[in-house]
T-cell receptor, first 117, second 114 residues
Framework: GAGVSQSPSNKVTEKGKDVELRCDPI?????LYWYRQRLGQGLEFLIY????????KSGLPSDRFSAERTGESVSTLTIQRTQQEDSAVYLC???????????????FGAGTRLSVL | AQSVTQLGSHVSVSEGALVLLRCNYS??????LFWYVQYPNQGLQLLLK??????LVKGINGFEAEFKKSETSFHLTKPSAHMSDAAEYFC????????????FGKGTKLSVKP
């Protein structure tokens, strides 16, 4: 597609339920990032995928959070047993592989706004 | 660890006035530097980036930013604000040689008064 696509755009869930967020990166982009944006805050890095390498999960806030990526395409971010503090906008970004600046230019989706009641 | 500070969570200017949004980074080695803009209910859009060539970087929509190593700053400016510039602006850095994680400031919401 033309850009990074995320679904759903909005998700309301009850505390304790599991949610799954989806990201379709730009075709040809092998790097994919998930970020979380809480109200009034900047973006926090969550997880990074690069090709078939092991993902960098260092930003995941707890073991309730996990993410998968199928090859170099779709990624899903799963939050189990959601808590109210998980309410945020979850943004996905993709970038080209390689060294230097090219991999540092990230293109963002519109995000999924998660509300945990 | 690298950090980014954006001074002022909210800036208000009149239409036609100068826009100045401040950003400072913490590392001693100049990183890659970026400004992103976020319009309501949209994702982040890249405004401009610093790559270590010219210190004055021009971006889209008439914005520019100047890299000042001595001040570890990368402030964003626009000579004349337009109503359509109202949005949230994020400064971000990425360490050279890293996997590309962006470290973001907390953002500055720009309001433009008629």
């Amino acid at each position: 597609g033309a850009g990074v696509s995320q679904s759903p755009s909005n998700k309301v869930t009850e505390k304790g339920k599991d949610v799954e967020l989806r990201c379709d990166p730009i075709s040809g982009h092998t790097a994919l990032y998930w970020y979380r944006q809480r109200l009034g805050q900047g973006l926090e890095f969550l997880i990074y995928f690069q090709g078939n390498s092991a993902p960098d999960k260092s930003g995941l806030p707890s073991d309730r959070f996990s993410a998968e990526r199928t090859g170099e395409s779709v990624s899903t971010l799963t939050i189990q047993r959601t808590q109210q503090e998980d309410s945020a906008v979850y943004l996905c970004a993709s970038s080209l592989a390689g060294t230097g600046l090219s991999k540092n230019i990230q293109y963002f989706g519109a995000g999924t706004r998660l509300s945990v009641l | 660890a690298q950090s980014v500070t954006q001074l002022g969570s909210h800036v208000s200017v009149s239409e036609g006035a100068l826009v100045l949004l401040r950003c400072n980074y913490s590392s001693s080695v100049p990183p890659y530097l970026f400004w992103y803009v976020q319009y309501p209910n949209q994702g982040l859009q890249l405004l401009l980036k610093y790559t270590s060539a010219a210190t004055l970087v021009k971006g889209i929509n008439g914005f520019e930013a100047e890299f000042k190593k001595s001040e570890t700053s990368f402030h964003l400016t626009k000579p004349s604000a337009h109503m359509s510039d109202a949005a949230e602006y994020f400064c971000a850095v990425s360490d050279r040689g890293s996997q590309g994680n962006l470290i973001f400031g907390k953002g500055t919401k720009l309001s433009v008064k008629p």
